[in-house]
């Protein structure tokens, strides 16, 4: 099933973005998770959540900023970007788990979708 990540563009700093990826009929049961990947630098962790919703994980840099969420009736997958710093910036991608729980590990994350790209201006 092919993730569409959507929500991406041009913020200043301080600013907020809220991302949406249609994660498709078959991921109401799977773990979801948001990853970016800056210039130069390698694809990395943003947050995960449980298939129920019920346990969320977050990369230290973002806690207290982002918040990830689903609505497994509708198929969708959020990723809530508040006070966004320039640091941010980078192409972001929602990714399905091979599992029901949440995980940062990117080996756990069997199917990817295309990115979409932000962007923080200082």
């Known amino acids: 099933v092919q993730l569409q990540a959507s929500g991406g563009g041009l913020v200043q700093a301080g600013g907020s973005l809220r991302l949406s990826c249609a994660a498709g009929?078959?991921?109401?049961?799977?773990?979801m998770g948001w990853f970016r990947q800056a210039p130069g630098k390698e694809r990395e962790f943003v947050a995960a959540?449980?298939?129920?919703?019920?346990?969320?994980y977050y990369t230290d840099s973002v806690k207290g900023r982002f918040t990830i969420s689903r609505d497994n009736a509708k198929n969708m997958v959020y990723l809530q970007m508040n006070s966004l710093k320039p640091e941010d910036a980078a192409v972001y991608y929602c990714?399905?788990?091979?599992?029901?729980?949440?995980?940062?590990?990117?080996?756990?994350?069997?199917?990817w979708g295309q990115g979409t790209q932000v962007t923080v201006s200082s």
């Open positions: 990714a399905r788990s091979r599992f029901t729980y949440g995980s940062n590990r990117q080996a756990d994350f069997g199917s």
């Open positions: 009929r078959t991921s109401s049961n799977n773990a």
């Open positions: 959540i449980s298939w129920r919703g019920s346990s969320t």
